[in-house]
């Protein structure tokens, strides 16, 4: 049973806003939401972490409606180097492992 | 700097040949990670480590094993019984044992290939 929900891949173009979506069902309470992107041969770098509202930071905002089984990446102004894959991630306290389970993330192509 | 070091970059594994992926960090983080990555897939837990001399096994920890001897070393083994070895190899740390909060760091990655 996958522990989050994105969509495999999304388009946009340079200067545009782009907001992934990430779907948690399943979240837990004591669940935090965390972000990170990939560049090809290299390892996930954390971009922003949740837990409910909105978060911000200089790269991105992090978007957690009241019931927290979504939450929103938001990535202002996307330049050619956004190109990336995004990963969302919750706990995963199903099998009582203090561990994180990356799922198969969004792949965000960035066109000039 | 602080960070994370995996060595090689490159591996070559003959047909039922163990080798041994390294993975130092100076950050002085408790919590060490293992992942594989297939090509254009997610990132799969193989194993992890939340102290000195223990580990819990991940997603696919069959054919691969670990040690924790040191704090900031945590080489992962990938054995003969490991069929499909080829991929991406990513391993991590984290300040904490709360792994569900605190951010990972992760080293450049080894990629292993069978000859």
């Known amino acids: 049973l996958a522990k989050t929900t994105q969509p495999i891949s999304m388009d946009s173009y340079e200067g545009q806003e782009v907001n992934i979506t990430c779907s948690h069902n399943n979240i837990a309470t004591n669940d935090y939401i965390t972000w990170y992107q990939q560049f090809p041969s290299q390892g996930p770098r954390f971009i922003i972490q949740?837990?409910?509202t909105k978060v911000t930071n200089e790269v991105a905002s992090l978007f957690i409606p009241a019931d927290r089984k979504s939450s929103t990446l938001s990535l202002p102004r996307v330049s050619l180097s956004d190109t990336a894959v995004y990963y969302c991630l919750v706990g995963d306290m199903d099998t009582g492992r203090r561990a994180l389970t990356f799922g198969s993330g969004t792949r965000l192509q960035v066109q000039p | 700097d602080g960070g994370i070091t995996q060595s090689p970059k490159y591996l070559f594994r003959k047909e039922g040949q163990n080798v041994t992926l390294s993975c130092e960090q100076n950050?002085?983080?408790?919590?060490m990670y293992w992942y594989r990555q297939d090509p254009g897939q997610g990132l799969r837990l193989i194993y992890y480590?939340?102290?000195?001399?223990?580990?819990q096994k991940g997603d696919i920890a069959e054919g691969y094993s670990v040690s924790r001897e040191k704090k900031e070393s945590f080489p992962l083994t990938v054995t003969s019984a490991q069929k499909n070895p080829t991929a991406f190899y990513l391993c991590a740390s984290s300040s904490s044992r709360d792994s569900l909060r605190e951010t990972q760091y992760f080293g450049p990655g080894t990629r292993l290939l069978v000859l």
């Open positions: 480590s939340q102290i000195v001399n223990d580990f």
């Open positions: 950050l002085n983080h408790d919590a």
């Open positions: 949740g837990y409910k």
